[in-house]
């Protein structure tokens, strides 16, 4: 009974852990359909600005929650501003100029801060279930990914700027008709997917050394999981989160966690070519 | 005795709309029928059946081309039967000069020694010299139009399905492709998509009137659009 | 302007001219760094191959690389002669390619697709590579070695004779030698109907198809072609570094050679084999010193072309060069020696 609950814990917070590294991903894609490579790269900031930050003696809850956010949601902006928005209509160039992107920022951060991992302690301890030992923070990043995906579909469900958001998923001419800038938009739309990115980096940062090639392990599955999931900005994440996490599982408990992974990547090649608009593509039309 | 063309309960259907209903079609051979229609009428969903650009099932009839069962063949296998197709929206390699579109066409057909001469053939029936060098790109809509349809005469089909060939074109220049569909016809069977009028009783041919995904009526050009069902069907076409 | 611009033509002049200088290089320089440069260059042209003129790009071309490091890797440990195992490094990673390829193009996915299915591809490999540690993962006598990959296996010998080595200058001949054939081999390609046939899929392959060719499988044929000179080249480089490790698969070798490719010239030969050169050579004095790191140079190089100057050096600097003969055709005088059509502006 405990091992079964300890099993359902795992495969939640791998879960939470896949859609809230995708989620900024999921906006920028699902909204302006940018495919921004340097994401891993957003959340290793968010993860860097609150080790620094907790170093320097500020509350860790409020680096990660708060100031990571604001932090890598300044740079998305100034990314925006400088770089995507000349290449707005061009996927292929928008890919290749992030991949620069992702490269630039690697070597930034380790001119800044060096090649050597740095860390921060999980701030909540463990508990027991059962005979088993589990990590408490696990409880912590689930509980926030619920949150984070909740809020994310009350706003783009109750709010003006939601309704905003998902006219401009149809496309430009629609948030023209509607009265709004599409560049201010795509704009703002560019920020906060950089916000939910630099959260998840602050979010997780207490799990591992990190270091500043650490968004490198980030993009693919964040990649993955979005591109597979489709447009639909919660529902393809969460499909694709699902399904990518249960065969990992399931396949990881009958071998190894390595051919787990791999099972998961095969597993995205195959979707991908059996349906090319992704999971919500196919099955879900509603656009949330 | 089947013919050139033939299509037997022809339906496509996209989600809930009937696009195309059970068309039987049949084209004779060295015949050339013009298909029109109003707009969502089905010409040019049926059009892309034929084509093989809509990849056809059991379920959606079928189709056959000189006897042969091609229902469900992809476009480049129907195409190298012998048939020659020209899109509705215009599909040319912009990037690359008249000349080099039409030697692209024509290689696969005249090998590498006949192309050039096959090449500048097509030009001069069309009328193409001036604009031999010139990307194809920076062309007027009616020029590249033209090029396009030089693209299907240089691999010398014997049927030749054209969507939409006069859109964009000017008046002379609307005139000089009927002048070169009748000399076509003159060694292929044609049919001919279209929503001009002027063009289709220029060209004096059959004429098949698409409506609602299936055939209103079918007969010379002349009494087909006078008839009074097919000017209600068009009511608001100026040319009707 | 004249026909077919776009595939280019072989100077014969300038290439006599490059392969004196590679056949005399070693009087003067020491080779050990120019075959790594050659390696990367014959590299980065595979992937411009079919880039540039077919118009396919890949993300990951590095699995083809490093599948012909592993496959001589372990096949050298496993024969221990150096013949068959080059040959093989050819032959899996075309096959495998053959496969990949087949599987993307005539499922018709669109580009964007492609790239990420060639990603993902290469992250399989990278990941699978990584974990084969342990004595479990052996293929015959070749322990795969995990995340230490494969040492000290028989580098390049006579073909025969096992013990006479063909380490050092001799090894960088065969680089030479792979180079200059598989370029001479691409633009015999890129002359014939095949070639012409790849750019007219890059410019509208809708529009091929309705010509009545077979365009799945010729995109398929120049990503095997792609894909078996990027596993010779991947060979070679196992011979030069003695040691093959799944970094050569990884996104960062796949990123940069992209990168050579763009800032050297997309839709030329030449591009990326220089691209490749110069920015290896700057990768490598980068190297050596902390204080700028290599990643930055790269990303920003790599922006910046994308953003400005998206053609690449090299056809910027062609078409500067043709801008600077016609401006001196019309000089009056000079009119009489440049007389063709073609060069009257259409």
């Known amino acids: 009974m405990d091992y079964a609950g300890v099993v359902v814990l795992e495969i939640l917070y791998m879960i939470a852990f896949l859609a809230l590294i995708s989620a900024g991903l999921a906006i920028v894609f699902g909204m302006m359909r940018v495919i921004n490579l340097a994401h891993g790269e957003f959340v290793m900031l968010g993860g860097y600005t609150t080790i620094a930050c907790s170093k320097a003696g500020m509350d860790v809850y409020f680096a990660m929650l708060v100031v990571a956010p604001v932090v890598v949601a300044a740079v998305g902006l100034l990314v925006e501003r400088l770089i995507i928005r000349w290449l707005y209509g061009r996927i292929i160039d928008t890919m290749l100029a992030t991949w620069g992107l992702s490269l630039l920022l690697v070597g930034l951060v380790t001119l800044i801060f060096g090649t050597s991992a740095v860390s921060v302690p999980a701030p909540i301890p463990g508990y027991q279930l059962g005979s088993y030992q589990m990590g408490g923070y696990n409880l912590f990043i689930i509980g926030i990914t619920v949150l984070l995906l909740i809020g994310m579909w009350v706003v783009l469900r109750f709010t003006r700027a939601g309704l905003i958001a998902r006219g401009a998923m149809q496309g430009p001419d629609v948030v023209a008709a509607l009265g709004y800038d599409p560049g201010k938009v795509y704009m703002v739309t560019f920020t906060v997917g950089a916000a939910l990115s630099g959260l998840a980096g602050g979010v997780l940062a207490p799990l591992t050394g990190l270091l500043p090639s650490s968004g490198g392990a980030y993009i693919a599955k964040a990649f993955i999981t979005v591109i597979t999931g489709g447009a639909a900005v919660i529902a393809g994440t969460l499909s694709s989160a699902v399904i990518f996490c249960v065969i990992n599982q399931l396949v990881s408990f009958a071998s190894t966690p390595v051919i787990g992974e791999i099972a998961m990547l095969a597993l995205a090649i195959i979707l991908l070519r059996l349906m090319p608009q992704g999971i919500t593509g196919r099955f879900f039309r509603s656009g949330t | ?240 | 302007m004249s026909d077919w611009r776009s595939t280019g033509k072989m100077q014969w002049g300038w290439f006599l001219i490059a392969l004196a200088v590679l056949v005399l290089l070693p009087l003067v320089f020491d080779t050990y760094t120019m075959s790594l440069l050659l390696v990367w260059a014959l590299f980065a042209m595979s992937l411009g191959l079919m880039w540039g003129y077919a118009g396919l790009l890949s993300f990951g071309h590095a699995a083809y690389f490093g599948l012909g490091a592993y496959t001589y890797a372990i096949a050298a440990v496993n024969i221990g002669e150096s013949s068959v195992p080059l040959l093989l490094a050819i032959l899996v990673p075309a096959l495998f390619a053959a496969v990949v390829g087949a599987m993307m193009f005539y499922g018709r996915i669109s580009d964007v697709y492609m790239g990420v299915i060639t990603l993902v591809v290469t992250l399989i490999l990278f990941n699978f590579m990584s974990a084969t540690a342990g004595d479990a993962y052996k293929l015959g006598d070749a322990r795969l070695g995990g995340f230490n990959g494969i040492p000290g296996f028989p580098t390049l010998n006579v073909p025969g004779y096992p013990q006479m080595s063909l380490a050092g200058v001799p090894t960088y001949y065969i680089c030479v030698v792979a180079l200059l054939g598989c370029y001479l081999l691409s633009r015999w390609i890129l002359a014939r109907s095949f070639g012409r046939l790849l750019v007219g899929i890059r410019e509208n392959e809708a529009r091929c198809e309705l010509m009545g060719y077979n365009v799945p499988a010729l995109k398929t044929a120049v990503f095997t072609l792609s894909a078996a000179m990027a596993g010779l080249a991947g060979s070679l480089f196992a011979n030069w570094a003695e040691i093959v490790t799944p970094s050569v698969f990884s996104l960062r070798q796949t990123a940069e050679v992209l990168i050579w490719v763009l800032v050297g010239g997309l839709g030329t030969l030449l591009g990326p084999i220089l691209g490749a050169m110069v920015l290896g050579a700057v990768k490598l004095y980068l190297g050596e010193q902390t204080v700028i790191d290599n990643s930055l140079v790269l990303g920003l190089l790599l922006i910046i072309v994308v953003l400005g100057v998206r053609r690449g050096v090299v056809p910027t600097l062609q078409s500067w060069w043709v801008a600077r003969a016609r401006r001196r055709a019309r000089k009056p005088g000079a009119r009489r020696r440049l007389g063709s059509a073609s060069d009257r502006p259409a």
């Open chain 2, 1 to 240: 005795m089947s013919g050139v063309v033939e299509t037997l309960d022809l339906t496509m259907r996209f989600g809930g709309v009937v696009a195309v209903d059970h068309v039987n079609f049949s084209l004779r051979e060295r015949e050339l029928r013009c298909l029109i229609g109003p707009n969502g009428a089905g010409k040019s969903t049926f059009f892309k059946c034929v084509t093989g650009q809509y990849r056809l099932g059991h379920e959606n009839g079928r189709v056959l081309v000189r006897g042969s069962e091609v229902t469900g063949w992809p476009t480049h296998e129907i195409v190298r039967l012998g048939v020659g197709i020209k899109t509705q929206v215009p599909s040319v390699m912009n990037g690359l000069t008249v000349h080099e579109n039409l030697w692209l066409a024509a290689r696969r057909v005249h090998g590498w020694a006949g192309s050039n001469g096959a090449v500048e053939e097509t030009m001069s029936e069309l009328q193409l010299h001036a604009l031999s060098r010139r990307l194809v790109g920076e062309l007027a809509h009616g020029q590249r139009q033209m090029v396009e349809i030089g693209l299907v005469l240089v691999q010398r089909p014997w049927l030749v399905l054209l969507d939409e060939p006069a859109a964009g074109m000017t008046g002379p220049e609307v005139e000089r492709l009927a002048g070169v569909i009748r000399r076509i016809n003159q060694t292929a069977s044609l049919i001919v998509v279209d929503h001009d009028m002027e063009f289709v009783r220029m060209l004096g041919s059959n004429v098949t009137v698409f409506y609602q995904g299936a055939v209103l009526l079918e007969g010379p050009a002349d009494r087909v659009l006078n008839d009074a069902r097919v000017r209600e069907v068009y009511i608001g076409n100026r040319a009707a």
